[in-house]
């Protein structure tokens, strides 16, 4: 499995931006889609986004679409979560994954089987 490891979370005011890292070890990620997904207290984990292994292909939640945009950068072995006018529901703790397939379904937790620890990001209002 390949590892990785989250980064950029922080306290944010609503309407900031913010970016959030995830890079990887152990393996390249050449071959792997990768999602970030978050969870907030008392919820379960939510999707928020994904990308293609090559990056042709990227998936939104809809609570996030037009101010979040995922990327990667195979050669830095990273991938990214721009986000833009952040809201105080946005707040989680968001979590990079990755996998060799999703079958159809980027959306679906189940389908990845590798995960971060997790960047904290905090919007007040």
């Known amino acids: 499995q390949v590892q990785l490891t989250e980064s950029g979370g922080g306290l944010v005011q609503a309407g900031d931006s913010l970016r959030l890292s995830c890079t990887a070890s152990?393996?390249?990620?050449?071959?792997?889609?990768m999602a970030w997904f978050r969870r907030t207290p008392g919820k379960e984990r939510e999707f928020v986004a994904a990308?293609?292994?090559?990056?042709?292909?990227?998936y939104y939640a809809d609570s996030v679409k037009g101010r979040f945009t995922i990327s990667r950068d195979n050669a830095k072995n990273t991938v990214y979560l721009q986000m833009k006018d952040l809201k105080p529901e946005d707040t989680a703790v968001h979590y990079c994954a990755a996998t060799l397939s999703w079958y159809g379904r980027p959306w679906k937790e189940a389908n990845f089987g590798s995960w971060g620890q997790g960047t904290q990001v905090t919007v007040s209002s």
């Open positions: 152990g393996r390249t990620i050449n071959n792997y889609h």
């Open positions: 990308i293609s292994w090559g990056g042709g292909s990227t």
